[in-house]
């Protein structure tokens, strides 16, 4: 078939990847004027390990980000909050921090037409008559035979979704992000989280290689109220600083550096939710789909898994109305699982109810502790409730090697 994607972050490019694989003519538009990473670092999942070892890519994977084999979390006053290691989940399993741009030149470099991605075409509209697409100078592209929107969470062809979209608010919480080169961070193989209420969280995690870059990198990130987002500058950021100190002094040398707003990147976060992700030839994917607060860590797992589910549909069906539908079944269980939680988390770890805060602190460390909720909490981490695995995962990553695990070696979890 002849392709467009829309948009060129991670669902853009494992599907321009992998339906390129199977000899569709791909065409990617991608409205930035120079092809590059937007975004913190992020923790790979089992699940979206997964699928790049189906691309073959699981291994330099490796080689670029750090190992994760925990989450801890605590408050100020080392009340463990999230206790969670991914062994107890099955002998074997890991998350991977890694830094945007690893993951993105990465993926560049499996893309053999990465060369010639239409860079600087800002697309605005789809006609699902003409089965075109327009972009924002007025140029007509097409007809293709089926569009793929990865336009991220503030998708400008989601709209044309018609019919199907339930839901595109913007959370009233956001964050502040930036990576911090340190070569000899004491925990590098465990997400830190610390947290104040319901007001105030920070995460510190591990994230492997920087692409231009020596040394080893650590994504920061700090919770804020999205109108404060909006507004940080350079006192938000001597603000941030002296209440980062008193919530957790150890890291206060790290962020010293730090003066300006301009050092640190802003994210605000959208709840998506749709009906169905397609009409007509049109198919959305990645968080056009179902951008969500970044509590449970899954927006690259689950762009990863689209973007392999909408090609196994393709392949497995001639009709076009038939692989959409099989898409949708696929990914349906398991996005909105993720939805759900994600929406009921959130006010645990960002809100304005301090009762929230309260319970959380209380409850969250024995029912991490009891067995059955422990496997729940786990599968949840893993990116594995709901999902259907078309690739075991043990043949995705196995066991490494006892002698290696040193070298090799959730926010609730950065996405």
């Known amino acids: 078939m002849k392709i467009a ?14 339906l390129a694989g199977q000899g569709h003519e791909v065409t990617v538009f991608e409205k930035s004027p120079s092809l590059g990473p937007v975004g913190a670092g992020f923790l790979l999942q089992p699940t979206g390990l997964a699928v790049l070892c189906r691309m073959g890519l699981a291994d330099k994977a490796q ?59 800002r697309i605005d509209s789809y006609d699902p008559k003409a089965h075109t697409l327009r ?30 979209v339930r839901r595109t608010a913007l959370y009233p919480w956001g964050a502040v992000w930036c990576l911090l080169r340190i070569d000899d961070w ?20 591990p994230a492997g290689t920087r692409p231009g870059h ?54 605000r976060y959208r709840d998506v ?5 397609h009409h007509e030839r049109l198919v959305i994917i990645g968080d056009a789909a179902h951008a969500m607060s970044p509590q449970l860590g899954q927006g690259v797992n689950m762009a990863l898994l689209d973007a392999a589910a909408l090609t196994d549909a393709l392949a497995a069906h001639a009709s076009l109305d038939k692989a959409l539908a099989a898409y949708r079944r696929e990914r349906h269980a398991h996005v909105r699982i993720y939805q759900r939680m994600s929406r009921w988390l959130t006010p645990l770890f960002q809100s304005d109810y301090t009762a929230l805060g309260w319970c959380r602190d209380a409850v969250f460390g024995p029912l991490g502790r009891a067995p059955g909720a422990r496997q729940a909490m786990l599968s949840i981490l893993t990116g594995e409730a709901g999902h259907r695995r078309t690739i075991p995962l043990a043949e995705s990553h196995p066991p490494a090697d006892e002698g290696n695990l040193d070298a090799q070696s959730t926010q609730g979890v950065s996405a």
Request: charged share 20%; aromatic share 6%; with cysteine.
């Open 273 to 277: 939710l749709l009906k169905a992700p």
């Open 5 to 18: 994607i829309v948009g060129y972050g991670t669902a853009g490019q494992a599907s321009a990847i992998l």
């Open 135 to 164: 972009d924002a100078a007025g140029t007509e592209h097409g007809p293709f035979d089926l569009v793929v929107a990865a336009d991220g969470a503030h998708s400008a062809l989601r709209p044309h979704c018609t019919g199907n």
């Open 63 to 121: 080689a670029l980000g750090q190992r994760i084999d925990e989450l801890h979390g605590c408050t100020p006053r080392g009340r463990a909050v999230m206790a969670m290691r991914y062994r107890d989940r099955r002998e074997g399993c890991f998350g991977l921090g890694m830094t945007r741009g690893a993951l993105f030149e990465l993926l560049r470099g499996a893309h053999a037409e990465a060369a010639n991605v239409r860079t600087g075409v």
């Open 186 to 205: 004491p925990s590098p193989h465990t997400l830190l989280q610390r947290y104040a209420g319901t007001r105030a969280m920070i995460g510190m995690l």
């Open 214 to 267: 020596d040394g080893q990198w650590v994504t920061f990130y700090w919770s804020l109220p999205g109108t404060a987002v909006d507004a940080f500058d350079d006192a938000a950021v001597a603000a941030m600083k002296a209440t980062v100190h008193g919530i957790w002094p150890e890291i206060s040398p790290h962020l010293a550096h730090l003066e300006r707003a301009d050092q640190l990147n802003r994210a």
